[in-house]
């Protein structure tokens, strides 16, 4: 900051370093999309009403507080007068004031600063807007508009000498009501009666209806202008009165410090980890497992987009759990680019390829990638189910679940989260108070629940937490924690919270997790324990080949620390039909089972094996032949096969008009063992191919900010300011400062070798030379500094020009480094 006072914005913006102008440039991304050409631009963009809002909404409450009540202070405000509307906060309002400017906020000597005017406007309360400090409009801006001869009559009531025009009227009632005697003795005269009526409008809203003929006290107060009409049957009360009746206090409720929240548990951190790390293994069966399923038996696309209600009721059922968590794992393979439609005709969901190349990670690596995606994604899952703004059900996979916020939300709860003690699990209700408390304009009260009871349950769920409390391998994957000491007890009181602001997004480091994780994982296990009542026990995790083939010849019955699979003639019978035999069958179970194959399970193979078959199923519309005579007999007479329609034509052989797969699947439900057969007469076995679609990419969040820039383009972005601000200068510049235009033909490079040197030099803050091709087809010469490349464009301070452009790539000639 310059010793001079700063006349402007644009001023004080100049005088700042270049550290804190990237700091500006951090904190309001919006400010970066276009680049300003100087900075004299960056003030104007700075102060529009759109990214004013914008910043406003990334205030915490006290800071907030703090613009409100400079916003209903006289502008220049000084620093004592701002300090006695916010009483018991003479610590924090330096830190409040320091926040506003760096955000362009506010500027000015800082013994008497200035809000931005949009930012006063925006906040200052309105008729129709209130603000949140509950006071209404100023006398004079109540006043406005009223008769003379009214304004004269307000000066007899209030004991002042008359004047010859309203302005100096209104000057005089002015003075009166900013004299804290003066107006006291006022408000005594009007009565106690009189004072109880402003009472109830002094915290706000300040607005209230009286009737036509009001009574002797509202009467009184009108006549005293401690109420001004605004409308026929309402008044307000100004500011200045309401002020008085407060003690000068801008907010009734002031809230310098961040709510602490109250732990309900303090756990061991190894227990802690040790539940994460139980919960993160189970996040990568559920994937596997929703996919596995979707590779053969893939559900439509809704026509609207999504997926269907009934379906997403299956997948509930296969992973056996309630369906918000089921929506939630669909929706997470989707975020990490595990599952897409595939675009056919008959529009369907399945695995990516990507699906492929990620079981081929290890299961650390694989975890990191979930929690990256849900890290990222601005897509919520709670919201299926529910309706949007226009009556429609939001579904699973559909359109309407993005919610710019989410990713601010949840980067905010973790924060707070790594600022806990270690093991700390904090109240759910607690974590949302601390969120109204840093975000309070950013979403309504509705949103805000809803995203912070999302966070907590997906956490869980995930493994991101364990028992409620963050686990340790997922620090890497966040953001360094804002500097200040780590609270040492849940107790710590308000006045010694540390801030747990979301700061600055950074790549999550997936491999130092991985490998803070990977030791915590349980080993997977090759074996079972088959039971003697048909049961097999996997006293662990089982290796994927190994839970496949359980999956196909038994089902599961229990889940936990082991889970509990039993053999039953439907299970056996799907392992035929997926074309295992009955010796391989007994081999695979005594090859995995680490107790005794019992005798039951081994009659059980063998009685459905012997049946299994009997019945052929082949076309014609449909036929069924089988060798026993008297088996085809007893399916003829069974009721429940009317629907079949089937006909015999010979002893061993009916047809039916219902196609084969029908026919063998009704057979299926009514106890028949039957297998589909070739039109040679051998046994077919349905091996289903693993559907795939077409390489896609995961979807892309949808923030409603632009993301935040990093330290490369920061720099850059502020070099370019700089140099139009420079070059904005009617000052000539002085001699060996200018660029000089290089000789020679224009530079021609490939457009790989064009595109990596502009990329080095955006990284690296060097100049390059370009050859440009106009809209005139004439080739020029150009001296750039790269601030950005990217979507087939280079936005970049142009030396020979002396301003910030964009060129498109594809009429760069080429390149060269200077």
Not at 11 to 40: C, K
Not at 149 to 155: F, P
Not at 516 to 536: F, G, K, M, R, Y
Request: aromatic residues 4%; contains cysteine; negative net charge.
């Amino acid at each position: 900051m310059t010793s001079t006072s700063p006349r402007t914005l644009a001023d004080e913006l100049r005088s700042r370093s270049d550290a804190e102008l990237a700091g500006l440039l951090r904190a309001r991304a919006d400010l970066l999309s276009p680049l300003p050409g100087d900075v004299s631009q960056l003030a104007t963009r700075a102060g529009t009403r759109a990214s004013v809002l914008r910043a406003l909404d990334r205030l915490d409450t006290f800071t907030l507080q703090t613009a409100e009540a400079l916003a209903i202070a006289p502008q220049p405000c000084p620093y004592p007068t701002l300090a006695a509307l916010l009483p018991g906060a003479d610590e924090q309002l330096p830190d409040a004031l320091a926040t506003l400017r760096a955000r362009a906020l506010l500027w000015g000597r800082p013994e008497a600063p200035r809000l931005v005017r949009t930012a006063q406007e925006l906040l200052a309360p309105t008729a129709s807007r209130p603000s949140g400090t509950g006071l209404g409009p100023t006398l004079a801006e109540a006043a406005a508009g009223i008769a003379p001869s009214r304004m004269q009559h307000l000066l007899t009531n209030a004991g002042l000498p008359p004047t010859h025009d309203p302005v100096s009227a209104l000057t005089a009632l002015t003075a009166l009501f900013t004299d804290r005697d003066r107006l006291a003795a006022l408000l005594d005269e009007a009565g106690d009666a009189a004072r109880a009526i402003l009472e109830r409008l002094a915290w706000g809203p300040p607005y209230g209806e009286v009737s036509a003929r009001p009574g002797p006290p509202v009467r009184r107060l009108l006549d005293l202008g401690l109420l001004m009409p605004t409308a026929p049957g309402t008044v307000v009360l100004p500011r200045e009165v309401a002020l008085h009746l407060r003690g000068g206090r801008a907010h009734r409720e002031l809230r310098p410090h961040p709510p602490w929240p109250t732990l309900r548990a303090r756990l061991p951190q190894p227990a802690v980890d040790a539940a994460a790390g139980g919960a993160a293994y189970a996040a990568l069966t559920m994937v596997e497992e929703l996919l596995t399923a979707w590779e053969t038996d893939a559900p439509a696309v809704l026509r609207t987009g999504g997926l269907a209600a009934r379906d997403l009721k299956r997948v509930a059922v296969t992973l056996d759990m309630p369906e918000p968590e089921a929506a939630f794992w669909v929706e997470l393979a989707y975020a990490a680019g595990l599952l897409a439609a595939d675009g056919e005709v008959d529009e369907r969901f399945a695995p990516t390829p990507a699906y492929d190349a990620w079981l081929e990670l290890p299961p650390a690596r694989r975890w990191a990638r979930l929690a990256t995606a849900w890290l990222a994604t601005t897509r919520v899952p709670g919201l299926v189910g529910t309706r949007d703004g226009k009556g429609r059900l939001l579904a699973a996979l559909g359109p309407g679940l993005d919610r710019g916020p989410a990713v601010e939300v949840r980067r905010h709860v973790l924060a707070l989260l790594t600022a806990l003690p270690e093991g700390g699990a904090p109240q759910p209700g607690d974590v949302q108070e601390r969120v109204r408390w840093e975000l309070p304009r950013r979403v309504t009260d509705e949103t805000r629940t809803l995203l912070c009871g999302a966070v907590v349950a997906e956490a869980e769920y995930l493994g991101v937490t364990g028992r409620g409390a963050l686990a340790s391998f997922v620090r890497p994957l966040l953001d360094p924690p804002a500097t200040g000491a780590r609270a040492a007890e849940a107790e710590a009181p308000e006045s010694e919270a540390p801030e747990a602001e979301a700061p600055e997004a950074r790549a999550p480091d997936e491999a130092g997790a991985a490998d803070l994780l990977a030791p915590l994982l349980p080993e997977a296990v090759d074996h079972i324990l088959v039971q003697a009542d048909l049961t097999a026990i996997a006293p662990g995790p089982l290796r994927r080949e190994l839970r496949q083939a359980m999956a196909m010849a038994a089902d599961v019955e229990s889940t936990g620390g082991a889970t509990v699979y039993r053999f039953t003639p439907g299970s056996v019978r799907r392992a035929l039909d997926g074309g295992w035999t009955a010796e391989d069958l007994h081999a695979f179970l005594a090859a995995h089972s680490r107790t005794p194959v019992p005798q039951p399970l081994t009659y059980l193979v063998d009685d459905v094996a012997r049946r299994h078959g009997r019945l052929r199923v082949g076309v014609a519309a449909s036929y069924v032949r089988c060798d026993d005579e008297a088996l085809l007999t007893q399916l003829l007479a069974d009721r429940r096969a009317e629907p079949l329609r089937l006909r015999r034509l010979a002893p061993t052989v009916a047809v039916s008009a219902s196609r084969p797969d029908t026919l063998l699947e009704r057979l299926r439900e009514i106890g028949f063992a039957p297998a589909a057969e070739s039109a040679e007469g051998a046994v077919l076995t349905p091996r289903q191919r693993a559907r795939r679609t077409p390489p896609r990419t995961a979807p892309e969040p949808v923030p409603d900010s632009p993301p935040p820039a990093d330290d490369a383009l920061l720099t850059a972005a502020v070099r370019a300011i700089r140099a139009g601000d420079h070059a904005a200068d009617t000052t000539p510049r002085p001699a060996g400062t200018r660029v000089p235009e290089p000789t020679g033909p224009p530079p021609r490079t490939s457009p790989d070798e064009t595109l990596a040197r502009l990329r080095a030099a955006a990284r690296d803050g060097t100049l390059v030379w370009i050859g440009y091709v106009g809209a005139d087809g004439v080739a020029t010469h150009r001296v750039l500094s790269p601030v950005r490349v990217e979507g087939g464009f280079v936005t970049a301070f142009d030396h020979t020009a002396d301003e910030v452009r964009t060129y498109p790539l594809h009429r760069i000639t080429g390149s060269a480094t200077l």
